[in-house]
């Protein structure tokens, strides 16, 4: 008994260490990003460093709270990847443009791209977590829905660095199809991890033209002046009109910001 608990205790201090670790590696990842050379590029304004504690949920789609952003500051979500016909294109144009976003991945195509899951990382991008397949968590019996939820993160963290661990490197999470349950989302804040809303979205989960997702995101932008964005990088569509969206942004006077984990009363100002 004591030799089991003894092997218990080094293995939760593992699966620590290779949190920290893997959580300075991103941050490191995003101090690099602090360099755009191209003039004229949309860049990011600044990193937003996202207390568990003080944001346990966010976004004004789903919950009475969201991030404290100011007028005109965006922060860019891409949901449901990796998918290599289109992830590739979207993350080419926010290369193009200094930008950084957050992207939620899904645990199975990230398990099935592990290579383009670490080309996310290491472009610099925030990765968040979207279950093991996407089923909706609010269909299905509680034990089923923390399977989801745990062979998802531990999916995406063998992708990213061959530890096959529930600790998220960054706790930011975001339920499919925003259907949670009281149970899920207590589960997700006694870990510490952040539960992603959204502000607005494109809804290009519905089939459009480039043209006519653009005209829908801009028009609901100029409402709402500020917030987080839901985009779905696995869409065509959507990787399509990304280049219109990010010069809007850029000659309308908005600034992208970057949510990273960190600790309280931390915000990095500074054009990347």
Not at 113 to 119: D, F, Q, S, V, Y
Not at 138 to 153: L, S, T, Y
Request: charged content about 20%.
């Amino acid at each position: 008994m004591i030799n089991m608990y003894k092997q218990k205790r080094v293995r939760k201090f593992i699966n620590a260490l290779v949190a920290g670790l893997a959580a300075s590696l991103a941050w490191t990842a995003a101090a690099r990003a602090a360099d755009c050379p191209r003039k004229g590029t949309l860049g990011t304004s600044r990193i937003l460093s996202v207390e568990p504690a003080a944001y346990p949920r966010v976004g004004l789609k789903n919950f009475p709270q969201t991030l404290p952003l100011r007028d005109h500051e965006v922060v860019l979500t891409f949901d449901d990847g990796p998918w290599p016909p289109t992830t590739p294109k979207v993350l080419g144009m926010l290369a193009r443009e200094c930008v950084r976003a957050t992207f939620f991945l899904i645990g199975k195509p990230a398990s099935e791209h592990p290579e383009l899951a670490r080309r996310i990382a290491a472009a610099g991008h925030t990765i968040g977590y979207h279950t093991w397949t996407h089923f909706s968590l609010k269909r299905m019996p509680p034990e089923d829905a923390v399977e989801q939820i745990d062979h998802g993160i531990s999916a995406v963290e063998m992708a990213l660095h061959g530890v096959a661990t529930t600790t998220p490197s960054t706790p930011f999470f975001r339920f499919p199809g925003f259907e949670t349950t009281q149970a899920t989302l207590d589960l997700l804040q006694s870990r510490g991890i952040v539960v992603f809303g959204t502000d607005l979205w494109a809804s290009d989960w519905n089939k459009m033209t480039p043209k006519q997702e653009l005209k829908l995101l801009i028009d609901r932008l100029r409402v709402a002046r500020k917030g987080i964005i839901l985009l779905h990088d696995p869409q065509a569509q959507t990787a399509a009109m990304l280049p219109a969206f990010l010069r809007y942004l850029r000659d309308n006077g908005y600034h992208v910001v970057h949510v990273v984990s960190g600790t309280p009363g931390i915000d990095f100002d500074g054009a990347l």
